[in-house]
């Protein structure tokens, strides 16, 4: 029995490292944190002490299943490519120490590897619209009155043709100079007919149309100047504060915007696009004065009646192509210089008679005098309704400037004297009988 016993050690002995052998008959058992001496003990609780010292010099052993799933993102790759799809991942047992993970580099260097932290999907989150898109609104049979207003106006022989602020400035002159008489222009044609504003025009080129003449005439000779244009005695005013503000901020040249030219005083938006249009060769808006607000309201042009010019502007440029908005001003310039009158327009001569929505109803024509193979059968006077777009009267308490030499009309001292004559020719004969009874 000892000699199996012996044979048992010794084999235990040559294949285990913790053993080492002394010099003596005495064995020692080699652990990690201390020595066994193997004296006086026997083969069975060796071997019972043995796993019993391992498991207590050993690290624990942590035991973690975790499962792999395939992140959003590469599902949603994997589903848009043409390629196989990735095998389902059964979740699979790992055996983890409680020591860190060590994973080598390329480099030969030895690095922690992070945590593997899982992606999440973004969830793009969509909402129903719920603002309701405005439908662009456009007069039903624009383009076919338009086309008519070509054909009468492709003679371009309308006072605006000739004399309009276009045609007013010293083409010979430099450009800057240019700029600044048709600004001029613009300004003396408020309220003003093209005949009148051309004929001050000439006489303004005559005595020096530039920034400096200007600035070096008098208020009472620039008076004489322009008249008779329509409040010219403010306009004098305006001209002289524009031309000084163009002198210091411009270098005397006009502004180059809309904002700017706004800006100056006796300018509105009707001349400060104008003067875009013809100094700039810009097409910032729509030029609207009297004549294009009013032929505009009676085609129908404005979804609603508009009260102003600035209004109509407004409703114009909402439907209007823009490759139109420069060409517009002067065809229904002349247009209603020419057709459609302010009062008594020419309905029976207009291509848009039929097709237009106040044809023969805005203005009634004027009746033929008696005797006419037209005459109607009434020898009554004609009545004209009034024209709910034609210019309106000057406002209240604003006069007309007489002249500037203060002289009278003779035509009004004419018709004083003959009214007073004949008022004194019937007094004498007021309630007399006469006494023969004849």
Not at 42 to 62: G, I, W, Y
Not at 77 to 105: F, L
Not at 422 to 436: L, T
Request: with cysteine; aromatic share 4%.
């Amino acid at each position: 029995m000892s000699s199996a016993k012996g044979r048992a050690f010794h084999i235990l002995k040559m294949i285990s490292p913790y053993f080492k052998q002394n010099s003596t008959t005495e064995t020692t058992i080699m652990t990690r944190n201390k020595s066994v001496n193997t004296r006086s003990m026997n083969l069975s609780t060796l071997k019972t002490k043995m796993p019993k010292e391992r498991d207590s010099t050993e690290p624990a052993v942590h035991v973690k299943e975790e499962s792999e799933d395939l992140s959003i993102s590469q599902v949603e790759k994997n589903g848009q490519s043409s390629a196989p799809a990735h095998p389902k991942v059964s979740p699979k047992t790992v055996c983890q120490r409680a020591s860190p993970a060590v994973e080598p580099e390329t480099n030969g260097a030895e690095r922690k590897s992070p945590p593997a932290r899982r992606r999440r999907g973004h969830v793009k989150a969509e909402y129903e619209e719920t603002e309701v898109k405005k439908e662009r609104w456009e007069p039903p049979d624009w383009r076919r009155q338009l086309d008519h207003i070509r054909e009468m106006r492709r003679g371009r022989d309308a006072p605006v043709d000739h004399m309009g602020a276009g045609k007013c400035f010293d083409p010979s002159a430099p450009p800057e100079v240019v700029r600044y008489q048709v600004l001029i222009s613009l300004m003396l044609s408020s309220q003003t007919k093209d005949q009148v504003t051309a004929a001050a025009m000439q006489k303004l080129r005559e005595h020096g149309l530039t920034v400096e003449g200007i600035l070096n005439t008098d208020d009472e000779t620039l008076g004489k100047l322009i008249y008779p244009v329509g409040f010219w005695r403010t306009k004098v005013k305006y001209i002289k504060q524009t031309t000084a503000v163009l002198q210091q901020e411009y270098g005397g040249d006009i502004p180059d915007s809309v904002a700017g030219l706004v800006r100056l005083p006796g300018v509105g938006p009707k001349m400060a696009h104008l003067a875009m249009d013809i100094a700039w060769k810009q097409v910032s808006g729509i030029g609207v004065d009297t004549h294009v607000h009013r032929i505009s309201n009676r085609l129908g042009w404005t979804r609603t009646e508009t009260k102003t010019p600035e209004d109509t502007r407004q409703a114009l440029e909402g439907w209007l192509p823009r490759e139109l908005w420069s060409e517009i001003n002067w065809l229904l310039v002349g247009f209603g210089q020419q057709v459609c009158l302010p009062v008594g327009p020419m309905c029976s001569l207009c291509l848009n008679q039929h097709c237009c929505p106040s044809a023969h109803r805005a203005s009634p024509g004027k009746r033929a005098g008696v005797g006419s193979p037209k005459s109607p059968g009434s020898h009554g006077p004609s009545r004209v309704k009034a024209d709910p777009h034609s210019p309106p009267a000057p406002p209240h308490g604003i006069k007309e400037e007489p002249l500037p030499s203060g002289s009278t009309a003779p035509a009004r001292r004419t018709r004083a004297r003959a009214a007073s004559s004949s008022r004194a020719a019937a007094a004498p004969g007021q309630g007399r009988a006469d006494p023969s009874g004849s």
